[in-house]
């Protein structure tokens, strides 16, 4: 009996987990995907502002008047 049991309820908890997945892989794909687009465009204006800061800073000392 006992090893029909643990057969029995290894089988439960591979149809479980495959169900899961099955229903969360989509979602952790498009979270995956969202959260690269986020970092992407987080480190890209993070260069634009690092090089327009730079800009500004080359211009202000080149013209002290300025």
């Known amino acids: 009996m006992g090893p029909l049991l643990a057969r029995l ?3 439960l908890v591979s149809q479980l987990s495959s169900s899961v997945l099955r ?3 989509p979602l952790l794909l498009r979270f995956s995907l969202f959260s690269f687009f ?3 465009l987080f480190s890209s204006l993070t260069a ?5 800061t730079k800009g ?3 211009i202000y000392f080149a013209f002290p008047s300025f």
Request: hydrophobic fraction near 65%; charged fraction near 5%; proline fraction near 0%.
């Open 9 to 11: 309820l290894s089988y």
């Open 23 to 25: 229903r969360a892989g």
């Open 38 to 40: 986020v970092i992407a």
């Open 48 to 52: 634009l502002a690092a090089s327009a």
């Open 56 to 58: 500004f800073l080359y």
